[in-house]
Every structure is written in structure tokens, then in C-alpha cells.
């Protein structure tokens, strides 16, 4: 149920549950996602972190502020609307990405931006895997909720 929460882009139900239950997060290259049925073989001894802290905020009418968060804080979690990226190759998501709260049904981690492009972007770390968008990663326009990405913004800092 909770990781059906987080994939559905309601991520401070997720965060909550973290800290609640002290659950270990590893990375994805200490524990791969192989997404089939198998044995867990994670070492004792492998690096994890905790939620310490959290905060979940709404910046639709100001995005200037998640690119500032980027900038100081570091990558930032946000609820998106991911229907029409299934056909996504590439380039900037400008268009065709409804921003209603109600069509929020994925995660997707901002890690960067680009505010010099002629089209400035966020560049977006997805789940999907490598062989989605550009080896993982895709790129949506800044300053018009695109996706519903300013709904609902989530940083973390981790013990």
C-alpha cells in the first residue's frame, strides 16, 4: 500500500511512513530494482539512510521557489501526471501534461534546471529504468505546473 502511495505521487503519506518505521533506504546501486520475483540479497553491512525530516509544500503559483530549493537544498520530490509520458523520447514536456491535482499518479525527483536554455527546464530523474527518455531522466518546462509538478513539492533531509 505505501509504495502504491508513492508511485500514485502522494509523497507525504510515503515520507510519513519512512520516519514513522525508521525504514532503511538504500541506493539503487547497493540494491539494484530487478523487478521480478527473487530472494532479497541485501549485505547487513551496506550504507542506508533514514528520514530525519521532511517537508511537503504546494508552489503552483511559484516555481521559482522549487528551483531555489534545488539549488540550496538538493534534489526535490514532486507528484506529477505521468499518462502521455509513456510516448516520451526526448526533448523538453511543454505541452499535453494536465496540472490538475487529481490527475497526480506518479513520483519523479527533480535534480537539476537548466534557466539559460531558450525553453528552461527541470531535469527529472525517473523510475523507470535507463531505457526511458534520456537513460532515465526527462525534461519538463518551467513556470506553468506542467505535469501538476508544483502540487505537491517534497524535500528530506536523512540521519
Known amino acids: 500500500?505505501?509504495?502504491?502511495?508513492?508511485?500514485?505521487?502522494?509523497?507525504?503519506?510515503?515520507?510519513?511512513?519512512?520516519?514513522d518505521y525508521s525504514v532503511k533506504v538504500y541506493s539503487d546501486s547497493t540494491y539494484p530494482l530487478h523487478l521480478k520475483n527473487e530472494v532479497c540479497k541485501l549485505n547487513n553491512d551496506s550504507f542506508f539512510v533514514q528520514v530525519d525530516k521532511y517537508a511537503c509544500d504546494s508552489f503552483v503559483d511559484?516555481?521559482?521557489y522549487i528551483v531555489q530549493?534545488?539549488?540550496?537544498?538538493?534534489?526535490?520530490?514532486?507528484?506529477?501526471?505521468?499518462?502521455?509520458?509513456q510516448h516520451?523520447?526526448?526533448?523538453?514536456?511543454?505541452?499535453?501534461?494536465g496540472g490538475d491535482f487529481d490527475l497526480?499518479?506518479?513520483?519523479?525527483?527533480?535534480?537539476?534546471?537548466d534557466l539559460t536554455a531558450d525553453i528552461p527546464y527541470y531535469i527529472a530523474r525517473?523510475?523507470?529504468?535507463?531505457?526511458?527518455?534520456d537513460k532515465g531522466y526527462l525534461y519538463l518546462a518551467i513556470g506553468d505546473?506542467?505535469?501538476?509538478?508544483?502540487?505537491?513539492?517534497?524535500?528530506?533531509?536523512?540521519?
Open 88 to 97: 516520451y523520447v526526448g526533448g523538453i514536456i511543454q505541452f499535453h501534461c
Open 1 to 19: 500500500m505505501i509504495m502504491t502511495a508513492a508511485m500514485e505521487g502522494m509523497i507525504a503519506l510515503f515520507l510519513q511512513w519512512l520516519k
Open 126 to 133: 525517473n523510475s523507470w529504468g535507463e531505457d526511458f527518455g
Open 145 to 159: 505546473n506542467l505535469c501538476g509538478l508544483a502540487n505537491e513539492v517534497s524535500a528530506l533531509t536523512v540521519l
Open 104 to 113: 497526480l499518479n506518479h513520483s519523479v525527483q527533480l535534480v537539476g534546471y
Open 62 to 64: 511559484d516555481e521559482a
Open 69 to 85: 530549493a534545488i539549488a540550496t537544498i538538493g534534489p526535490v520530490a514532486v507528484a506529477v501526471n505521468a499518462i502521455s509520458w
